[in-house]
């Protein structure tokens, strides 16, 4: 790991997220493996695999933000697999490689968490730089806090982070924030009723609906 860069963690991902809701997701503990079901069974070396497209290859870190529904960090990950056309390559200390479809990246900003890209350059996931980041998978949906810089008051909205449209918003400005503001029942139930699998980061998504149905096929 290389010296001198900021150890950005879980905790830098979530306050850039602050809005995401998060009352029934788990996050997997460090000690637990999330390779133990076998994404890596059948994997081999990146060298040995002259077919693999390396500008398609980012490393991401081995720990991962569980959401509610998924009972392992590994189911989770084939799931991944599955709704994500990922391959996990190979683990190497607190890291993985795996092979994303054309186009996907990870964005390193000057400060704040690294973002994992995809080919619409619309944020799919984030993570940190230290040793102990993890790996969050951020949902289609989200209800998001608005703020006012000159009156330092708060509202909230509903947004489609892939068109980037707003869906609904709120009419109060309140100095509360987050789920504590006025209107955050009324928003979450809209969303609820809607999109109710929202809190899934594989649901909703074009690309995953779409692997979906031609996995059911």
Not at 101 to 109: F, H, L
Not at 119 to 140: F, T
Not at 181 to 197: E, F, I, K, T
């Amino acid at each position: 790991m290389k010296q001198g860069k900021p150890k950005l963690t879980r905790q830098d991902a979530e306050r850039l997220f602050a809005g995401l809701p998060s009352g029934n997701t788990s996050v997997s503990s460090r000690p637990l493996n999330p390779f133990e079901a076998s994404p890596f069974d059948t994997a081999r070396r990146v060298d040995d695999e002259p077919r693999l497209w390396k500008d398609n290859l980012i490393t991401l870190p081995i720990a991962i933000a569980l959401p509610a529904g998924y009972a392992s960090p590994s189911q989770f990950r084939e799931a991944i697999g599955r709704a994500l056309r990922v391959r996990w390559v190979r683990e190497a200390d607190h890291e993985v490689v795996a092979e994303f479809p054309e186009g996907w990246k990870a964005v390193r900003p000057a400060t704040g968490p690294i973002a994992l890209r995809d080919s619409s350059n619309v944020v799919r996931a984030v993570y940190g730089w230290a040793e102990d980041a993890e790996l969050r998978l951020l949902p289609r949906y989200l209800v998001e806090t608005q703020s006012n810089s000159s009156s330092g008051m708060g509202s909230l909205l509903v947004r489609d982070r892939a068109t980037g449209k707003i869906l609904e918003r709120s009419s109060i400005w309140s100095s509360l924030t987050g789920n504590n503001h006025p209107d955050w029942a009324r928003l979450s139930g809209w969303l609820n009723l809607r999109y109710p699998q929202h809190l899934d980061p594989l649901r909703y998504w074009d690309d995953c609906e779409a692997n979906a149905g031609q996995t059911g096929a």
